[in-house]
């Protein structure tokens, strides 16, 4: 059976969803703090953008070389869409379901990273008190906040994959 760039996307797609569910898990299971962390962050971004990348380079190859724009861009998004979104099913099973615990314990460390943040740049006694009390309101690990979190996630990696698809675009000048 011949590979489609679709199959390839959604594929891929389903290995990254394991990676970072592998990777929620691990760090539940190993570390809670380790959440909060910027460069954790960083680490997960880079790794979706490898993965987005790697799907429209496929599929480049699939269709002998070429591919428009439309075509990397929805490779790289087919694939970021199903990776990231399996990933926060596991994050709202775990966070919402299995261990609500864990996601008071974490709102608090976002609370104590935030006061210290805000203190290091020098803000007033006063507006860390009003910005910790807005905080403080906010279930960062609601199913509705981590559905919205999803969405914004989405909409800044399809940034990025216009981007890899402007960089990955190839058309045949063979074909009139």
């Known amino acids: 059976m011949e590979t489609t760039s679709k199959s ?13 569910s592998a990777i929620v898990v691990l760090i539940y ?12 962050g960083i680490l997960l971004f880079l790794l979706v953008i490898v993965f987005g990348i790697v799907s429209s380079v496929k ?15 929805s490779n790289y998004f087919i694939t970021v869409a199903v990776g990231t ?9 775990i966070f919402s379901f299995i261990d609500t615990d ?8 976002v609370l104590l990273v935030t006061k210290q ?12 008190t009003q910005a910790l009390a807005e905080a403080s ?8 906040n981590q559905l919205v979190s999803y969405a914004f996630r989405l909409a800044f990696y399809a940034l990025t994959g216009l981007v890899v698809a402007l960089i990955l675009k ?7």
């Open 8 to 20: 390839n996307a959604i594929n891929l797609g389903l290995y990254l969803g394991a990676a970072l």
């Open 29 to 40: 299971a190993v570390n809670l703090d380790l959440f909060i962390e910027w460069w954790l």
């Open 59 to 73: 599929a480049r190859k699939i269709q002998n070389g070429f591919i428009n724009f439309k075509a990397a861009f």
């Open 85 to 93: 979104g399996i990933a926060t099913i596991v994050s709202i099973l």
């Open 102 to 109: 864990a996601a008071v314990y974490l709102n608090e460390q």
């Open 117 to 128: 943040s805000m203190e290091r740049f020098g803000a007033s006694q006063e507006i860390i």
């Open 137 to 144: 309101t906010k279930d960062n690990f609601s199913v509705v």
């Open 170 to 176: 190839k058309s045949d000048t063979n074909q009139a």
